[in-house]
């Protein structure tokens, strides 16, 4: 498994298994499957319902804890710093940990700068071993980078290859954040899966649409962390390792980004007004 280097020493997987929209009652069976696919990095959220899941899941592999790499993200609703500090614990009870491998601010809305300082806090009392963001286009994220007192080591963003964020990778990488993809699929949106130039490239190596997809991500420095509830898919998932594409294929797939959402952007006013619905 290659790893990344978080700007705090802290290593990281760069192929981890996200668990969005996997519900309560199939948690623990879709992480147990990623664990013995081989995934060692999780990523779930308050908002997803699951942690406890997760938590179970953990616990059932036998796995000691510090071979595991665990993200959460404190919701909207808890934002602001008594409640993230409140909510921060209840994750790590729900989770049946000490302490989160990274912990992220999951929406950059309502009193997110209180957010941060609790997550400083827990990050300082060791109930974190690393603090980001997530969907901080390069405006917040660097008024937040600016003004806090530990720089973010990642940001969860949208990130596919529709959707490359060339401008947010330049931003975050002149404060040493590590760009983290959500959505490494587009969750098959514009038919992802269809695609005829991954199509084409992957089978040049005998590898699938989806391998092609997320290993462009990783050539160009992205964490990845796709979802499935199938295990022959995270067993696709997961093995990227073992081919390379060349500086033609990656022009290829480079061509293919739109600089826009797949799904709705964090600039636009109806968007944030919604969000402005769940954080009051
Ligand atoms: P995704 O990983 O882009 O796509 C998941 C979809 O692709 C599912 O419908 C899955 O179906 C399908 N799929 C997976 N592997 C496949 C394969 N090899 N071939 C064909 N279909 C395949 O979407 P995502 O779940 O939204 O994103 C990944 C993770 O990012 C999430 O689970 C979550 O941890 C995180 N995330 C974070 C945010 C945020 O705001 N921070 C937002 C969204 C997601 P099946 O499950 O039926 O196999």
Request: charged share 20%; proline share 3%.
């Amino acid at each position: 498994m290659n790893n990344v280097t978080l700007n705090n020493g802290v290593k990281m997987p760069q192929l981890g298994y996200g668990v969005y929209q996997v519900n309560a009652a199939e948690t623990e069976r879709c992480v147990s499957d990623a664990i013995r696919v081989g995934y060692r990095s999780i990523d779930t959220a308050q908002a997803y319902g699951n942690e406890a899941g997760v938590g179970a899941a953990w616990r059932k592999s036998g796995l000691p804890r510090d071979e595991l790499f665990l993200t959460t993200k404190v919701w909207i609703t808890n934002a602001g710093e008594e409640k993230a500090a409140a909510s921060i614990d209840a994750s790590l009870k729900a989770l049946q940990t000490d302490y989160v491998d990274l912990l992220l601010i999951h929406q950059p809305f309502g009193d997110y700068y209180g957010t941060y300082r609790a997550m400083e806090a827990a990050y300082r009392a060791g109930k974190a071993r690393a603090i980001g963001v997530s969907n901080f286009y390069p405006d917040r994220f660097i008024d937040l980078a600016n003004f806090c007192q530990i720089v973010p080591a990642v940001n969860q963003v949208e990130t596919h290859v529709f959707q490359q964020q060339k401008t947010a990778q330049k931003v975050l990488s002149r404060y040493g954040t590590q760009i983290e993809s959500w959505g490494p699929f587009a969750e098959g949106r514009n038919g992802m899966f269809a695609n005829p130039v991954l199509r084409e490239i992957g089978a040049k190596y005998g590898k699938s649409v989806a391998q092609t997809a997320l290993r462009f991500l990783i050539q160009n420095g992205v964490v990845v962390i796709p979802k499935s509830t199938h295990v022959e898919r995270m067993e696709e998932n997961f093995n990227i390792f073992d081919f390379e594409l060349t500086d033609a294929d990656m022009a290829a797939i480079s061509a293919l980004d739109t600089a826009e959402s797949a799904f709705f952007s964090h600039y636009d006013p109806d968007t944030v007004e919604w969000f402005m619905t769940l954080a009051k």
